[in-house]
């Protein structure tokens, strides 16, 4: 069912006889399997209110997340918090959709100077379990009128309501952009390269390691960026041969690393977030007794392993490591069967489990939104 308004969104939840799979470009198909008749926001479409002078968008959940660019593209601004696109690790097709992003929280490489997608969000509009419409938080940053169910919602995935609108802030894009490649780096050492160049007060927004390299990203205008990159490199001279790649190429470089190209051909991706120091000792007990790939983002505080031995227990050992370190490991990618016996979201101690119960009774108590999902 694909509804087109918001009043048809209630009521098609209302009167909805039992589970509902919520839907918006379908691109991001995480979490355990769902049954229960899709209910499609696909049909929400379009910027409601752009003001470029506010930094502020709205917009209808179902908005494909190509036409907001373009919009914000015409004037010079962007969504700051590098959303990832998950199609091409996922293999998925389809367009992805704005509410499926703040669903997901899906916060890309620039997280780590900007904050996350939950962060961006200033408000939201969205129907319950039972079919009411709430509208929470406002259109500009100082309106903090119920601030916390804004933030509830973005990473909910869909379990505690179906997003209708949201209004999001938005930034300037930069003149300019340029990345320093390290080269021939161990993993240890990249992380203490990328730990140096985020603690040092040359802006740095972006600090990912793949296939061997690591990548430091600074943005601005041209001179400064010029004289940034230069004192990084002066920084970072210890750690060997740096190469330099600038606009349009960067760009494209940090567009790979966001939506994990690396390890699209791979047919089970754990993803695990952790405080950045902890990642080193993590990552190589991993890939030395169980030989997984890895790519690191966030200056080590995320890390993404391709699972390519008993999968299902890899997975699950990333999962308890995790638990030992204070991080959460999620399955993003893996067959059907390996979602469905697999715990995908990091299991929860049970006071946090406490929590979710009683948010999900209160707002979804007949238990119809994407039931399951998360566990
Ligand atoms: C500099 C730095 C330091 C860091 N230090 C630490 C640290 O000390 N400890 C640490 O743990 N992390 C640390 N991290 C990692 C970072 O804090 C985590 O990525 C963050 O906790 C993720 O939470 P999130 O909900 O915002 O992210 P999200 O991307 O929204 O979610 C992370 C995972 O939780 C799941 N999730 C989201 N919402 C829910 C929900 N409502 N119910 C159940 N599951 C959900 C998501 O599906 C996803 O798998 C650090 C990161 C950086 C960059």
Not at 65 to 75: F, G, N, R, W
Not at 231 to 252: C, M, N, P, V
Not at 303 to 330: R, Y
Request: glycine share 12%; aromatic share 4%.
């Amino acid at each position: 069912m694909i509804v087109k308004t918001e009043q048809e969104l209630a009521e098609s939840v209302k009167a909805a006889p039992g589970p509902l799979h919520i839907r918006g470009g379908g691109t991001r198909d995480i979490g355990n399997p769902v049954d229960g008749n899709v209910l499609s926001t696909a049909g929400l479409n379009g910027v409601t209110l752009y003001e470029p002078g506010a930094l502020t968008i709205v917009a209808q959940a179902g908005t494909p997340v190509a036409d907001i660019e373009t919009a914000l593209d015409a004037e010079n601004q962007r969504l700051a918090f590098e959303p990832m696109d998950h199609r091409r690790l996922l293999g998925s097709s389809g367009t992805p959709t704005i509410g499926g992003i703040v669903a997901t929280n899906a916060s890309g490489p620039r997280r780590i100077s900007v904050g996350a997608c939950r962060d961006h969000l200033l408000g939201v509009r969205f129907v319950d379990g039972s079919g009411t419409i709430i509208k929470n938080g406002g259109r500009v940053m100082k309106n903090v009128t119920g601030y916390d169910l804004v933030k509830l919602m973005a990473g909910s995935y869909g379990t505690l309501g179906v997003l209708s609108e949201v209004s999001l802030k938005v930034l300037p894009k930069p003149e300019t952009e340029t990345t320093l490649v390290l080269h021939d780096l161990t993993l240890r050492d990249s992380v203490t390269a990328m730990s140096a160049a985020l603690g040092s007060p040359f802006e740095v927004t972006g600090a990912a390691f793949v296939n061997g390299l690591a990548h430091i990203r600074i943005e601005g205008f041209e001179a400064s960026v010029a004289y940034r990159a230069g004192k990084l490199r002066d920084l970072l001279a210890k750690f060997g041969e740096i190469t330099q790649t600038e606009d349009a190429a960067s760009a494209a470089m940090w567009r790979d690393i966001r939506d994990v190209k690396c390890f699209a051909d791979h047919g089970a991706v754990t993803r695990v977030s952790i405080k950045p120091s902890a990642a080193p000792e993590f990552a190589e007990s991993l890939g030395q007794t169980r030989g997984a790939d890895l790519a690191m983002d966030w200056g080590g505080g995320l890390m993404w392993f391709a699972v390519t031995e008993t999968e299902e227990a890899t997975h699950k050992a990333l999962q308890d490591m995790s638990a030992g370190k204070g991080g959460h490991a999620t399955l993003i990618k893996g067959s059907a069967s390996m979602r469905a016996d697999a715990p995908v979201f990091q299991p929860e101690n049970p006071t946090v489990t406490a929590l979710s119960q009683g948010l999900r009774a209160k707002f979804d108590p007949r238990g119809i939104l994407n039931a399951g999902l998360m566990g």
